[in-house]
Every structure is written in C-alpha cells, then in structure tokens.
C-alpha cells in the first residue's frame, strides 16, 4: 500500500486543498472500518457476557475476531504492530480460557462490555456527528463564494460587497472551526481506536484470574508479565494521546487567534510575487454549457513543470488541462466579473478563461503562466533565472506613451557596431546575426506602447485636409509622391503593440523585440491596444487613425530596412526602421535602428509580402523598362493600380513568374 500520513496537519484546514480532502478522505475511510471493527467486536463481546451456555463456542469466535485486525490492513495502521502482537497473544489465551467463563457475567460487564461500549457511544459518535457538521459548513462556505465570485465590480455594489465578504469570512471561519475539531477529533481517534482495542480483552482476562482460582495459578504464571507490559503499552499510549491533545489545542488556539484578514478574500497583505514558477490555489473557470450559455466552475489548479493541471474536489490525482510551453496569457473582460485572465495555446486553437479570488492570486498567475511560457523551468537554477529576467524586465521596461526624446539619465542602447549596417537597397539581412539577445536590443531599452499624435501636428493636418489649389496654375512637388502611390495601395487593419530601439537590422532582432514587447505588456498589465490602419504604397508606410483619418507616423519606404512576421504566431509582424544621425558633423551620419511591432486581423505574411512588393515597385521606377516588364508580370486593376488579391480561375494573365508569385502569396 502506498504510504499514507498518519496525521492531518491543523495548518491545512484552511486552504481546505485537493490533497487535503484526499488525505482527510483516507481518515473517513479508516475511521468507517474502524466503526464496522467495534461493531463486531462488541457483538462478539455481547455474545460472550449474554450466552454463558454456548460460552466454548463464543470466545472461539472472539478468539478469531481478534486475528482479523491483523488483516484489516488500515491505511493509518502505524504503531499497531504492537497492538497486533497484542492481539495476537490475547485470541491464544481467549481459546485456552473457553471453558472457565461460565460465571464471569458481572465482572465481564464492568471489564469488558462497557469500555468498548463507551468507546463506540462517545467517541465513534462524537466523530459522525462532527462529520455531519463539517459537510454542512463546507456547503455553506461554496454557496457564499460562488454568489461572492458572481459580485460584479459597479461601485454601486459596494454595500452588497461587504455582505458578501462578510459572509464570506463568517461561513469560512465556520468552515475552519468545524475542521480543526473534526482534524483534532480523527487524530485522536488513531489513539482511542488502540486502547479501546485492548481495555476489553485486560479487563476480560483479568476477570478470568479473579475467578477461577483453579486455573489462575497456571494462566498467571505465563501471563503475570505479559499483562503488566500491555498495561504499560496502554498507559504509554495513552500519555501519547494527552501530549499530542495538547499540542493540537494550542495549535488550534494559535491559528484561531490570526486575524479576520485571512478568512477575507481580496484582502492580501503581501506584495505580488513575479518571479514564481510554481503556483497552485481555486481558480473559477469558464465552461459552456450550450451556443450562447456558460457556466463558471470552481476548480482546484496547479503547474507541474510545463503543464497547467485541474484536481476536482475528491480526485486522488489532477490531469493536464493545457501545455504552458511557448502559450500566452493576458488579463481580459469577461462577462463583468473581476481578476478573469486567458490562456492560449501556442496555436491558437485552445484557449481558456480563469477568474482569481484577488488582485494578488490575478497578477501572480499571470506571472507564473508567463515564466513557464518561456521554459525558466528547465534550467538549472529556475528560480534564480525567474529572479534575474524579473530584475532585468523591471529595470529595461518603462512605458513611454509619445514619441518624445528620450530624457537625459535614461538607458540609452549602444549604437549599432561596425559591420551590422545592411547594406544599400534595404531589406538586405545582416550576415552572422548575433544569437544573444544583449547583441540585438541593448539591456535597459525603453519600450514605447502607444503613438500618441501631438495636438499642433493634428490641427496641421486638419487644416491641410483638402487640396491646396496654386492660383498661378503651377503642379505642386508632391504630385508626382502621389503619382507613384498610385501604382500601389493596400490597407490593413493593425494594432500597435510597441516599438524600441535595436543594434542591428535582421528577422533576429525582430523576433526578440516581439518577445521583449509582448513580456513587458504582461509584466506591466498593458492589454489594451488601439486599432489602426496601416497603408503600404509605393513609396512610403504609413499609420492611419481609421476614425479621423490622421496620420500617426509615416517611414519613407527606403527606411524599412527589415521585415519580418513571426514563425508560430501568424497575426504578429514587424519592421526595422533605420535613421540617420547627422549631428556629430559626420557626412553619412551614424545610423540607428527602431523596430516596430503589430498585431494585426490578417495573416503577417500578406503585409511582408505587400512590403516586399512595394520595394520591387520602388526598385523598379528607377528604370522604365523594368518598371514596364514588373507591371506587366503582375496583374492590374482598372485604374492601373497592382492587383494583390489572389485572381479567380481561368482569368489569371499567363505572365512570366506567375507561378512563383501564387506560391510566395
């Protein structure tokens, strides 16, 4: 049998976990068998005082009765090897004494019938009964927090808050009294259970040599030791029962005396602990229950390695709810209840949706989730890595909401070195990329989450929103820009995500500013995003606020030096900007990178490859006949405009390269 403790803990009464119910289970179960044991035992027993005629025939079934504690196998049977030696001995001398048992009836009832007795009436009573009111109060307790876990977060509902937390913290409280005394009473009850198997048979057998004075001569000689080691054996035991009473009660009395805060949910004291990769505790999780109907279950979760497991209440073991390798997690609105976060797989296909009991249980799963995502777990040192990238992502992230200089004092990254410069004609992938994650993005780079216009630059462009009109007739220089963004004109629907600047221009440094954004919106709780329309033309990109049709921030093509969308998550992609820096007086100007990231509704590839278009297109201007020869590959709309949707069957042009353009799409 596997090894089993044969003690419940007072200190976790409170938490009231999985492997608590199962451990206290074991005790119920043990405490049953025991119940059965004692009933038996005292029928055999009863038959003993009540037949004195059949009396050879009773102790020979009291002398078997005895043998089969041996083969009860009780999960809590530690220190009953003694007892069963014991027993053993006593069902020996049982059937050597049957037949000196005739006139025993009064001393049996005194010595043998009623210790049992009061053994059953009190104690095996006492331990029904507190069963009775520990279900009642563990019912009580689930009703009050799921009508608190229905509490929703209108501040009009603060009165209605407090009841509930109040009741929250009576019906727990109550639950935690009527579990420390149930804990204290199956404790003690693995004591009881020892004397209350051998008072019966000492007193039996001392009856026996009281009065049959014939036969005590010879049974007293052989057992004159062995009952005064079995009086000792009870009195040891019983001296056991008293000290572990006691320290039970001043247990009990030590975790009484805490204060009201800890029956009361959302009232954490402690501060959130990023750096966990380990968590367990009930979470309520969302399930549906038809097309448009869903119900919230309460649920025990825990993280064991990679894995995020469930243990419904009375399970011996949990099972695997969802892989956290590579998933994501992020803080949502959920049917207006309050602390609710979702995990989603890797793919995409699986995701689920958890409320916690508070702010602080909320953060710390979001954390937890996030480091396991990333694999903390399986290095050497888990927790010191959790500390070390938790310092670092504090340290290196600062929400900054504007385009605006970076302040004096403030981690600026190093300049990108010589040699990681791409090379003229942008989108030319720097050879040997560094794989370490300092050689891409310089520790301590700020991390900017939103693109916020200023107001003069809106009122410009507000102004400036119709075509000015040159009353002497002449073409403005922006005509010909316009021209050429003809050629091309594509919009997508895009959030900003973030954007921070980088050593170098590669898709290496694209991913990790995508790992690196996506980090610091979970350690910061950023989730919201504003949606923005992203126009890719023949010269330029440019971010489009799709209400009042302003312009956040524009790059002229020739800027975006890489792009890249990412390898598992098909809706992120971004790009790398690169700048010049004249004011050192150099001619070029030293260069210097941004990477920019977004999520788009649309696969990432379709920009990237809308991207990649525009630069042939721009590629191809400076030469007419390359320029004609890329249209004509290419198919066009009505007005001249390329074609970038996939055409229908049978009308797709038979130009050169078509094939190769399908397949890249």
Not at 165 to 194: D, F, G, I, M
Not at 237 to 251: G, S, V
Not at 305 to 326: F, I, K, S, W, Y
Not at 482 to 492: G, R
């Amino acid at each position: 049998m596997p090894a089993v403790h044969h003690k419940l803990l007072l200190e976790d009464a409170l938490q009231d976990s999985p492997q608590t119910r199962s451990l206290l289970s074991v005790f119920e179960e043990d405490a049953g068998m025991l119940t059965s044991y004692t009933n038996q035992l005292h029928q055999s027993l009863q038959r003993v005082f009540g037949a004195q005629s059949e009396m050879g025939l009773a102790t020979e079934q009291l002398s078997q009765q005895l043998l089969e504690y041996e083969k009860k196998n009780f999960a809590l049977g530690k220190g009953d090897e003694e007892v069963i030696a014991t027993l053993q001995i006593f069902a020996k001398t049982v059937g050597e004494l049957n037949s000196l048992h005739s006139e025993l009836a009064n001393q049996m009832a005194d010595s043998m019938v009623f210790p049992l007795i009061q053994f059953r009436e009190k104690d095996l009573t006492e331990i029904s009964t507190l069963k009775e009111i520990h279900g009642i109060a563990t019912d009580e307790h689930e009703a009050s927090m799921v009508k608190y876990s229905r509490l929703p977060k209108k501040k009009e509902n603060e009165k209605l808050k407090s009841d509930l937390v109040k009741e929250v913290a009576y019906t727990r409280r109550k639950q935690h009294q009527a579990s420390l005394q149930y804990y204290c009473a199956l404790n003690a009850l693995q004591y009881r259970k020892r004397i209350a198997m051998l008072e019966p048979m000492l007193g039996y057998v001392q009856a026996q040599i009281s009065f049959f004075k014939k036969g005590i001569e010879l049974v007293s000689k052989k057992m004159e030791n062995f009952l005064c080691s079995v009086s000792n054996m009870t009195q040891n035991i019983q001296a056991q029962l008293d000290a572990e009473a006691e320290n039970m009660r001043a247990t009990q009395r030590e975790l009484l005396s805490a204060e009201d805060d800890v029956y009361m949910p959302d009232k954490d004291v402690e501060p959130v602990n990023r750096t966990l990769i380990q968590k367990a505790g009930y979470l309520n999780i969302r399930n549906k229950t038809g097309l448009v109907t869903t119900a919230w279950d309460r649920l025990y979760f825990f993280t064991q390695g990679g894995n995020l497991m469930c243990q419904p209440r009375g399970a011996v073991a949990g099972g695997m709810v969802l892989d956290l390798d590579n998933s994501s997690v992020m803080g949502v609105e959920c049917e207006d209840r309050r602390y609710c976060f979702q995990i989603t797989s890797p793919s995409g296909k699986k995701s689920m949706i958890l409320q916690a009991e508070s702010r602080r249980e909320y953060e710390e799963w979001i954390c937890t989730v996030n480091n396991i995502s990333r694999q903390i777990y399986l290095t050497d040192n888990p927790e010191a890595v959790a500390i070390r990238l938790n310092q670092t992502a504090i340290q290196a992230v600062t929400p900054i909401t504007s385009f605006e200089k970076r302040p004096e004092g403030s981690p600026d990254p190093d300049r990108a070195k010589p040699g990681s410069v791409p090379a003229a004609g942008g989108g030319a992938q720097k050879t040997g990329a560094a794989s370490e994650p300092e050689d891409l993005i310089a520790p301590g780079t700020p991390i900017q989450f939103d693109i916020m216009l200023p107001a003069s630059e809106f009122q410009d462009q507000n102004r400036a929103g119709g075509r000015r009109t040159n009353p002497f007739g002449e073409t403005d220089d922006d005509c010909s820009t316009e021209s050429d963004d003809a050629l091309l004109q594509q919009v997508f629907a895009v959030r900003f995500l973030g954007s921070m600047a980088v050593r170098c221009s590669n898709q290496e440094v694209i991913y990790e500013a995508m790992r690196q954004v996506l980090a610091a919106r979970a350690i910061h709780n950023i989730f919201k995003t504003t949606e923005s329309h992203l126009m890719v033309t023949s010269s330029s990109l440019r971010l489009i606020d799709p209400q009042t049709q302003v312009t956040r921030i524009s790059f002229q093509l020739e800027e975006v030096c890489q792009f890249a969308a990412h390898q598992e998550n098909g809706r992120l992609m971004g790009f790398v900007v690169e700048t010049r820096d004249w004011s050192d007086g150099d001619e070029e100007g030293e260069p210097s990178f941004s990477a920019f990231v977004f999520e788009s509704n649309t696969e990432g590839e379709k920009i990237c490859y809308t991207v990649s278009l525009a630069k042939d297109i721009t590629e191809a201007k400076k030469d007419p006949e390359a320029l004609a020869q890329l249209m004509k590959s290419m198919p066009l709309t009505n007005d001249g405009k390329f074609l970038l949707l996939e055409p229908e069957a049978g009308d797709t042009p038979d130009g050169p390269g078509q094939e190769d353009l399908e397949s890249e799409a």
